[in-house]
């Protein structure tokens, strides 16, 4: 799967914006969702999203990575313990 969502992003030292080619399974479309860059991985947790009928919102309690040097994303399994 090729994921296209994600846009691109700004290098500061250079001023310029590139657009990668982003591939692996990405995360579905969403706000509120917690990140964090860590060396080259980009951690994606959670937030909330729209149902597919798009009257209904939908929770996540999923994690992502993005690795930034070689732009692959991978979803990470997360388990629960109540």
Not at 2 to 21: D, L, Q, R, V
Not at 35 to 54: P, W
Not at 55 to 66: P, S
Request: aromatic residues 14%; hydrophobic residues 35%; glycine residues 12%.
């Amino acid at each position: 799967m090729t994921y296209t969502s994600f846009n691109g992003y700004h290098i500061i030292a250079s001023h310029t914006w590139i657009t990668p080619n982003v591939r692996g399974d990405g995360p579905e479309a969403r706000e509120g969702h917690g990140a964090a860059l860590v060396g080259k991985r980009l951690f994606i947790y959670g937030g909330c999203g729209k149902s597919s009928d798009n009257y209904h919102e939908v929770y996540y309690e999923d994690l992502y990575i993005l690795n930034t040097g070689n732009f692959l994303h991978q979803q990470v399994l997360v388990m629960i313990m109540l």
